[in-house]
């Protein structure tokens, strides 16, 4: 049991980023194209914290939350900074898993001129810290839920005897596992995040794209203006019944959709120019999870979500431009 109760404890990955922008690089389609034995000029290389576990602890800490991170790191110098920077921002590290002889993991991030990336990512440290964790973690308000590897899974399956309230935006290695695997913990999820392509993915279900007026959805009118967008009712009907209570839905630029039994909400994305996209999706996590804990409504938490992912997107480091309580409320 923690000596302190937290508003709010992360579960998920920590890292190193180290992020390398290249105005130089071309793309084609969805896919970064690179001239095999070329130089590539960098014109910037950036390096923070980061994991879901890590951006997501942060950001609810300037929303005023007192929050705890569960993770593993290395026992090498990048351990030494990632735990000198999560402290620096406020965040409880007294749990994080320093395994011995072991590197901490690391992501390089390419950036191209348009905001969009690629992440070549190594995760070198042991991933198994569930259930006994999930233990040190009772008594406080909330648990956010990030990727888990499988040897960290069965802390999904030990949340039905924690009472706050449970927040889980899934992964790769969730998606993999396949939706019945999971029958037993929709139940016990109050806000279920994800972005398209992981819903499609995890519920075999491919969305059709329709006109924005052909939404039926309560319109929260601000940022980009759109007009197609996935008609995601089946998708997220599909974690409904599965007993999820609230399924938001993000999709970039085209903005995010939130479900429940009874509403269904759209809000558009921020209006910010992408420098990097890399941990505006935690950032939404942030915003919409942290206006619950703060008692607000769910357009409110849709609004406070889009406007946290705004602030992200200024800049490289998936932290730096996560907004304040003071702030997230006057631009809201």
Known sequence: MPKQKFDICTFGSITLDLFLEANEITSKGEYIMLPIGDKIKLDGVHKFVGGGAANCGVGFVK????????G??????????????????????????????????????LTGKNGRRTVFHHRST??????????????????????LYHGAEDLLFAISGFNGLVAW??????????????????????VLILN????????GIEAPRIDLKDLTAKKIVNGFPVKEVADL??????????????????????????????????????????????????????GFVGAILHGQDTV?????????????????????????????????
């Open 126 to 147: 042991n991933q198994d810290f569930g259930a006994d964790s999930l233990k040190k973690a009772m008594g406080s308000r909330a648990i956010y839920i990030g990727h």
């Open 72 to 109: 593993v790191i290395g026992d090498d110098e990048e351990a030494v900074f990632i735990a000198k920077d999560l402290k620096k921002n406020g965040l409880n590290t007294d749990f994080l898993i320093r395994e011995k002889n072991e590197s901490s993991s690391f992501s390089i991030i």
């Open 63 to 70: 929303l005023g939350l007192s929050t705890a991170a569960f």
């Open 169 to 190: 935006n899934p992964g790769k290695t969730q998606f993999e596992s396949g939706f019945n695997k999971f029958s037993k913990v929709f139940p016990r999820i109050d």
């Open 300 to 332: 409110t938490a849709m609004k406070w979500g889009a406007a946290s992912s705004g602030g992200v997107l200024r800049g490289f480091g998936a932290q730096n431009g996560q907004l304040t309580l003071e702030e997230i409320e006057r631009v809201s």
């Open 196 to 203: 398209v392509e992981e819903a499609e993915s995890f519920t």
């Open 233 to 286: 009712r089946t998708v997220a009907q599909k974690f409904l019944d599965a007993g999820v209570k609230r399924v938001v839905i993000t999709d970039g630029e085209k903005g995010t959709q939130c479900f429940d039994q009874d509403e269904h909400f759209f809000v558009r994305a921020s209006d910010q120019v992408p420098v990097s996209t890399l941990g505006a999706g935690d950032a939404f996590s942030v």
